[in-house]
């Protein structure tokens, strides 16, 4: 099973979306709220240099942003 983190907001369209695409897939994740958790804010920002959301961790896999198509492909998923 791949390792997947995903950093989010609350308020973040994409970061929910992504996490629904998770859950429909039964795709099990580590979630980090990067409002509240300052060090995992800055975490995020040194892997990928920016501060946009969702931010995704595939097996050390970087994917910014809710790509279901290379999410998909990262996990095989069909689509």
């Not at 995903?6 to 992504?18: D, L, R, S, V």
């Not at 039964?26 to 990928?48: G, L, S």
């Not at 050390?60 to 998909?72: C, L, N, S, T």
Request: contains cysteine.
């Amino acid at each position: 099973m791949a390792q997947i983190t995903i950093y989010t907001t609350p308020w973040c369209a994409y970061c929910k979306m992504a996490k629904e695409y998770f859950k429909k897939n039964n795709v099990e994740y580590t979630e980090y709220d990067v409002a509240e958790d300052a060090v995992k804010r800055q975490e995020m920002i040194d892997k990928t240099h920016q501060m946009g959301v969702p931010v995704i961790m595939i097996d050390g896999q970087i994917v910014i942003g809710f790509d279901r198509e290379k999410i998909a492909g990262l996990l095989n998923i069909k689509k």
